[in-house]
């Protein structure tokens, strides 16, 4: 019995890490095309390691960038206008000199 507690607690664990990833790869493998160049719109980001789509909709989106070195991780929210891609705004929510220490989940860095 404990024995199928214990595989239990593990796979609820592992579902619990592991969807999240699972839903922004599937999200970005097909969305992300979109996206690609997105980050130019901020006009402080000039080259990003990766990108990933953490939440689509037909009218909205929010993509999370890792600029070049992975210096920050920059949430950038997007808004269909006229039938293009505009961002709303983004949030820098790390950086490696400590100016924003926030997270993501999932994590990404």
Same mark, same amino acid.
């Given at each position: 019995?404990?024995?199928?507690?214990?595989?239990?607690?593990?796979?609820?664990?592992?579902? =619990?890490?592991?969807?999240?990833?699972?839903? @922004?790869? &599937?999200?970005?493998? *097909?969305?992300?095309?979109?996206? !690609?160049?997105? /980050?130019?719109?901020?006009?402080?980001?000039?080259?990003?390691?990766?990108?990933?789509?953490?939440?689509?909709?037909?009218?909205?989106?929010?993509?999370?960038? =890792?600029?070049?070195?992975?210096?920050?991780? @920059?949430? &950038?929210?997007?808004? *269909?206008?006229?039938?293009?891609? !505009?961002?709303? /705004?983004?949030?820098?929510?790390?950086?490696?000199?400590?100016?924003?220490?926030?997270?993501?989940?999932?994590?990404?860095?």
């Amino acid at each position: 019995m404990k024995k199928k507690i214990v595989i239990g607690i593990t796979i609820v664990f592992l579902l =619990v890490i592991l969807v999240p990833y699972i839903k @922004n790869d &599937i999200l970005t493998f *097909k969305y992300g095309e979109m996206f !690609k160049n997105g /980050y130019k719109e901020t006009g402080m980001i000039d080259v990003v390691d990766y990108y990933k789509v953490f939440s689509y909709s037909e009218n909205e989106a929010k993509v999370f960038y =890792v600029c070049d070195g992975h210096e920050t991780g @920059n949430f &950038i929210y997007f808004k *269909k206008v006229d039938g293009k891609w !505009k961002m709303k /705004y983004y949030d820098t929510v790390w950086s490696k000199t400590g100016s924003a220490s926030g997270f993501t989940f999932p994590l990404y860095y």
